[in-house]
């Protein structure tokens, strides 16, 4: 298992706080690690060298904050970097045209068809009436596939049996969408290599007749170097307008995203989680990017707890974490959360190569430990819980006693408690990065 | 029906010489009057640069490097294929059945063309005079018994199946019982596509391989990992985690008829020793070859 970036990264570059700076020589160690990690994740090559340019650009003669180590900062950096590079905000779908088109093109196997069904499910969810058009008249059984999805989807397709050509499918579906009063519709085509000429115009024919104001590229996460070469393919042979990436929901890293969003400029707009029609997630550049430096996928760790934690109460701790007044009573509440939310292993192996996974019996807090952080809490009056800087030696003496506990373990827990401070403080400065760290201090 | 049936070997040759072009081009250019150090590593990086990897690219330069001395590009070229060329060539071993009944379990993530190559397989095997039998183990994705039943119609082979969400298992313990009593050469079970971190749908799959094992002792006799070839580094993950569950007794790498080099074989091949038997380079039914380490090897570098 990977060794997490941002440990590797604080590693190289713990010599450079005296430093004060990163500098040309002091970052050296860290931009291997990053060429590493990104061809691990399957970045291209030649992008992978782009982007240690435009990083190397960006972190020289930053200095090094008070608050944050050399590592930290330069972790910064390089997420930043990346998930500007990876689209800066979420990109949505253009429906535009009478009726809306998209049209859903890639190689074979990538996901094409069953993504059709799935953004059928994602615009219906959002007031749409979809129609769905099978249009890959090559592979055995792929209208039968998406007719038997579609109805699993409940939304109406057209019905391509006994055509033989994909762009009579096309016309005549058309027609009937326009009759109908579909408000979009959602073309499958059959996979085909970028470089079968016969086949690529076939597309442009397509693209010709439907005038489809998204051109979905579908692209499988899990690949490799040639993804600058097919979607550059794709792209300049009919133009594609976006990127879906499937599969997402197994241990790839998915460098092949920031391959294609580099060589053709074109946003990823979905990520495909499942094999289940309603697995359709609207793309995150940051998520990716973290999922693709192994630094954990941040947000989805928050999102997890804030789904165990209700919505109101996630942004009611939010907004204390915020106006730094997090109390040691939200501490204790975070510690129940926790207990809900299973085992903090569980909620880390969310985390593709996360380092912590390896460390987890170190980070893991057992049952008793929080019983007794309960226990001390459940001792102190609730101005001691609100303001625990009063608390001074007979106080915590006192609190010991009443909990069961040893003066140590409420000093342990004050110190636990500071820490979880500081890391929050961080997060609120740096949008998430610090939850890793907010982590492992709580072993 | 069939997509621009092309000559079999023609479109393999194609396929090849694309995946040799992409990397030749850098390796040429790297030998334009570089240093040694520049050569070695312009080597390296068309080496990443066919999914080998970092860490087996690296490794195999090393060796490189300190084998020899000189900064010969031409001798550096040859050593460096036969470095390749000798891990492959272990792995090298066509899938050639030994019983009767021999059952064939091909499984591997979705989409990776299992269905497809089981289609050829049974192509194949029919015309060397085999009795074929298919199971349509994919009671899952939708569509996908018909697509199998589509191709035993082509192929001109029976087809077991059940309705669609029916168990797996059940469909198997059918399968080899029709198998015996109809006296089949061949009998190839397909299985729904699945991620090898799913572990529960990879307990359903060892789950699957029991029953066939409880059946007929000694099969499945193949345990066939689908491969496809524009997959990265992630394709290590696949064959790792499918041999520790299942055992994986062969390979086959599919779609290498796109710019995809599959170079991620020889890592799996050296790390995991699994036997590589079959290419696929296309969507016909001919468009499937015996896996040759050094044809594989000549288009690489
Ligand atoms: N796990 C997972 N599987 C997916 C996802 N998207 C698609 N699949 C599966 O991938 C396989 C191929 O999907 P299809 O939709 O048939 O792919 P396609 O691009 O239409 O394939 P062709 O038409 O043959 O080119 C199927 O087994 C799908 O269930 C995803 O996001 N996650
Ligand atoms: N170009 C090319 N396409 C291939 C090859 N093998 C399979 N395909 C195509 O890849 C797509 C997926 O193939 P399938 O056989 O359905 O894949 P699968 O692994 O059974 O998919 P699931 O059952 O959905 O997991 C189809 O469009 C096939 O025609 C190959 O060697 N070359
Ligand atoms: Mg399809
Ligand atoms: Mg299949």
């Given at each position: 298992m990977l060794e997490g970036l941002s440990d590797k990264f604080r590693k190289v570059l713990k010599d450079v706080r005296g430093h004060g700076a990163l500098s040309d020589s002091n970052i050296q160690d860290a931009l291997k690690e990053v060429r590493l990690a990104l061809l691990e994740a399957d970045v291209n090559l030649v992008v992978v060298k782009d982007f240690i340019a435009a990083v190397k650009e960006k972190a020289l003669g930053k200095e090094v904050l008070g608050s944050l180590t050399p590592g930290q900062q330069f972790t910064k950096v390089v997420h930043d970097e990346l998930t500007r590079l990876l689209g800066g905000s979420e990109a949505t779908l253009e429906l535009k045209g009478r009726p809306p088109v998209i049209m859903l093109v890639g190689l074979q196997g990538s996901g094409k068809t069953t993504t059709a069904a799935k953004l059928a499910v994602h615009l219906k969810g959002r007031g749409r009436n979809p129609y769905i058009v099978p249009a890959d008249m090559f592979r055995l059984a792929a209208v039968l596939q998406l007719k038997k999805l579609a109805s699993e989807a409940r939304v109406d397709c057209f019905d391509s049996e006994g055509y033989s050509k994909a762009d009579a499918v096309c016309a005549e579906a058309l027609r009937i969408a326009g009759i109908k009063g579909y408000d979009c519709v959602i073309v499958d085509t059959a996979g085909r290599l970028h470089i079968d000429d016969a086949l690529m115009d076939e597309l442009k024919t397509l693209k010709g007749i439907l005038k489809p104001s998204e051109v979905l590229f579908v692209a499988d996460s899990m690949t490799g170097q040639d993804a600058v070469n097919t979607a550059k393919g794709f792209d300049s042979a009919v133009g594609v307008t976006g990127v879906a990436l499937t599969k997402f929901d197994g241990d790839a890293r998915g460098g092949a995203a920031l391959s294609m969003r580099m060589t053709t400029g074109k946003p990823i707009k979905f990520v495909g989680v499942g094999e289940k029609i309603d697995a359709l997630e609207v793309f995150h550049p940051s998520r990716l990017a973290g999922r693709i430096l192994d630094m954990g996928d941040v947000l989805t760790l928050i999102e997890k707890a804030e789904a165990t934690l209700g919505e109101k109460e996630a942004k009611e701790l939010q907004r204390k974490i915020k106006k730094d007044s997090f109390t040691l009573e939200d501490f204790k509440g975070q510690l129940q959360q926790i207990k809900k939310m299973g085992s903090i292993e569980s909620i880390l192996s969310m985390?593709?190569?996360?380092?912590?996974v390896k460390n987890a019996k170190d980070v893991k807090i057992d049952e008793k430990e929080i019983l007794r952080v309960e226990a001390i809490i459940n001792s102190m009056t609730m101005k001691e819980r609100v303001d625990p800087s009063c608390l001074n030696a007979s106080r915590r003496q006192r609190i010991a006693k009443g909990s069961g506990t040893k003066v140590s373990d409420v000093n342990k827990l004050m110190n636990q408690y500071q820490d979880m401070r500081k890391m929050m403080k961080m997060m609120r400065n740096s949008g998430g990065r610090g939850m890793k760290g907010l982590l492992n201090r709580m072993r | 029906m069939f997509k621009g049936i092309k000559a079999g070997l023609a479109s393999l040759k194609a396929g090849l010489a694309r995946t040799h072009n992409a990397i030749m081009g850098n390796v040429e250019a790297a030998f334009s009057g570089a240093s040694r150090e520049e050569i070695l590593e312009n080597l390296e990086e068309s080496l990443i640069l066919s999914d080998i990897g970092v860490a087996a690219s690296s490794r195999i330069v090393d060796e490189l490097r300190g084998q020899f001395a000189g900064k010969d590009p031409e001798r550096l070229k040859e050593l460096l294929r036969s470095s390749i060329y000798r891990i492959l060539k272990e792995a090298e071993a066509p899938l050639v059945p030994t019983a009767s009944p021999f059952v064939i379990m091909a499984l591997g993530v979705n989409g990776v063309g299992k269905t497809t190559t089981i289609g050829k397989l049974a192509s194949r095997y029919t015309s060397e005079g085999r009795s074929v039998l298919l199971a349509a183990g994919d009671t899952f994705r939708a569509a996908a018994i018909e697509q199998l039943e589509l191709w035993g119609e082509r192929v001109g082979c029976q087809v077991i199946r059940q309705a669609h969400g029916g168990d797996p298992g059940a469909i198997a313990f059918d399968a080899v019982r029709a198998a015996i009593s109809r006296k089949s050469d061949v009998l190839i079970l397909d299985t729904a596509g699945r991620l090898h971190t799913k572990t529960n749908l990879v307990e359903e799959l060892k789950k699957v391989k029991r029953i066939v094992g409880r059946e007929l002792p000694g099969a499945p006799h193949e345990n066939l990992l689908v491969l496809d070839a524009s997959t990265g580094q992630n394709a290590l993950n696949q064959a790792r985690l499918f041999n520790e569950a299942i055992g994986v007794t062969g390979i086959a790498l599919t779609k290498l008829d796109g710019t995809a080099k599959g170079g991620i074989i020889v890592p799996i091949a050296g790390e995991l020793k699994i036997p590589i038997r079959l290419i696929g380079?296309?969507?016909?039914?001919?468009?499937l070859k015996d896996f040759d380490a050094r044809e594989f090897v000549d288009a690489l570098i």
């Open positions: 985390v593709p190569g996360f380092n912590a | 380079v296309g969507e016909s039914a001919s468009d």
